[in-house]
């Protein structure tokens, strides 16, 4: 089936500086990424939508500048958390859609967890 | 705008009975798709069953089936003969046909298998 792998799994980094998680389709080539955030025992909550060579398009209350997202190649797309603080901690998750596959198909990340101290 | 409603923030199961986990849902939209997907203490998001608004039939997949009411507006997901390992986050999510493919995603139920 389809894969979708995210890097890195978990990360810790100071307050005040930027880490990019990447997220990758393995084996299938993905038009549309999403990128969601989940607090703890929390649900998802989708913060963009990335499309392959044009700019993101961000849920209303998610500050663009501080999530930077870059989807330069039909499996790649990255996001940039940008002079973290400790309320970015989070786990963040992507998910792609497989642009020759059924119209709901969407495969999801195994997630990154961002601890920022 | 599309929203997704579970009631039950935790759940419980003895192994090997059924148990229905609710999904209520709301839109506008004329078309659209509903999911449940399984979150383990790990985090990845395992695609369980998918149904679509224009569906005849229930969706079913293994010991997984969705009780697809559309007038009610519910989703609900059964799970048959329960096993330790079903022990996880559900969640329900819906996408519309307007969303461009965007997920909106319940606050899930914690069901708890147990032996």
């Known amino acids: 089936g389809a894969v979708v792998s995210q890097h890195p799994s978990r990360v810790i980094c100071k307050s005040g500086t930027s880490v990019k998680i990447e997220c990758r389709s393995l084996d299938f080539q993905a038009t549309t990424m999403f990128w969601y955030r989940q607090f703890p025992k929390k649900s998802l909550m989708l913060m963009a939508t990335s499309n392959e060579g044009s700019k993101a398009t961000y849920e209303q209350g998610v500050e663009k500048d501080k999530f930077l997202i870059n989807h330069a190649s039909l499996t790649l797309s990255t996001l940039t958390v940008t002079s973290a603080h400790p309320e970015d901690s989070s786990f963040y998750i992507c998910?792609?859609?497989?642009?020759?596959?059924?119209?709901?198909?969407?495969?999801f990340g195994p997630g990154t967890r961002l601890t920022v101290t | 705008a599309q929203k997704i409603t579970q009631t039950q923030p935790g759940m419980f199961v003895q192994e090997k009975e059924a148990v229905t986990l609710d999904c209520t849902y709301d839109t506008s939209d004329p078309s659209y798709g509903l999911f449940w997907y399984k979150q383990p203490s790990s985090g990845e998001m395992i695609f369980l069953i998918y149904q679509g608004s224009y569906d005849q039939q229930n969706a079913t997949e293994g010991r997984y089936s969705l009780n697809f009411q559309k007038a009610r507006k519910s989703a609900n997901l059964v799970i048959s003969a329960s096993q330790l390992g079903d022990s996880a986050m559900y969640f329900c999510a819906m996408r519309a046909i307007f969303s461009n493919y965007k997920l909106t995603f319940g606050k899930g139920t914690l069901l708890t298998v147990n032996p």
């Open positions: 998910s792609a859609r497989d642009r020759t596959g059924s119209s709901y198909e969407q495969y």
